[in-house]
Nanobody, 121 residues
Framework: QVQLAESGGGLVQPGGSLRLSCAAS????????VGWYRQAPGKQRELVAA???????SYTDSVKGRFTISRDDAKNTVYLQMNSLKPEDTAVYYC???????????????WGQGTQVTVSS
């Protein structure tokens, strides 16, 4: 069974930093592309950053230069380093990953449960 779990959210003041982690567990052969999404109250979920299996990255315009996505395949973990945080970054952050499992029945697209990020003074 494959699972994704986010961690690292919390309350931070404007201008502060947080690092989110997305850890995959279970019978994992490889993690393919991974995306970090966020959803603020009353808004649609949006893709914030993505990283391919080869390490290519992309970002939505509002976070370029402030957020960095990275991956550690040895740890089956993807990170989102968030700097210079703004109140408008407040949202629940989710990771989404395509996973290839040693158990072919478990291959597929997975979501974590989300982690709350609140930017407020």
């Amino acid at each position: 069974q494959v699972q994704l779990a986010e961690s690292g959210g919390g309350l931070v003041q404007p201008g502060g930093s947080l690092r989110l982690s997305c850890a995959a567990s279970g019978s994992i052969f490889s993690i393919n592309a991974v995306g970090w999404y966020r959803q603020a109250p009353g808004k649609q979920r949006e893709l914030v950053a993505a990283i391919t299996s080869g390490g290519s990255t992309s970002y939505t315009d509002s976070v370029k230069g402030r957020f960095t996505i990275s991956r550690d395949d040895a740890k089956n973990t993807v990170y989102l380093q968030m700097n210079s945080l703004k109140p408008e970054d407040t949202a629940v952050y989710y990771c989404n990953a395509g996973i290839t499992s040693y158990d072919s029945d478990s291959n597929g697209d997975y979501w974590g449960q989300g982690t709350q990020v609140t930017v407020s003074s």
